[in-house]
Nanobody
Framework: VQLQASGGGLVQPGDSLRLSCAAS????????IGWFRQAPGKEREGVSC????????YYADSVKGRFTISRDSAKNAVYLQMNSLQPEDTAVYYC?????????????????????WGQGTQVTVSS
């Protein structure tokens, strides 16, 4: 069972990136998926999540309207499309999977409920 996050990079303010989270050993459709980020010196933040019913999603206020989480069942992958990136979006981004339906709620992704984590991908937004 493995999650692989990718797609990070160095971009300028206003640019876009799409992060990918690919799974091996299990089917993501049956899991709630969360995207988290952690900036240096800051606590981990839940950015977005998608319940395993794929109809409920959550976005942190800081990214609402700019980020979009989506799934591709055929590729067994989840994506985080990030538009209008700002320097404060700079962080290591992690994807995580949870069997719990309630891991993703209107309160956001609950980190401790997520049992499977990817290795993280660095996103740097700088001019």
């Amino acid at each position: 069972v493995q999650l692989q996050a990718s797609g990070g990079g160095l971009v300028q303010p206003g640019d876009s990136l799409r992060l990918s989270c690919a799974a091996s050993g299990f089917t993501l459709d049956y899991y709630s998926i969360g995207w988290f980020r952690q900036a240096p010196g800051k606590e981990r933040e839940g950015v977005s999540c998608s319940r395993n019913n794929a109809r409920s999603t959550y976005y942190a206020d800081s990214v609402k309207g700019r980020f979009t989480i989506s799934r591709d069942s055929a590729k067994n992958a989840v994506y985080l499309q990030m538009n209008s990136l700002q320097p404060e979006d700079t962080a290591v981004y992690y994807c995580a999977a949870a069997q719990s339906f309630t891991a993703c709620s209107i309160a956001g992704p609950n980190g401790p409920d997520f049992g499977y984590w990817g290795q993280g991908t660095q996103v740097t937004v700088s001019s």
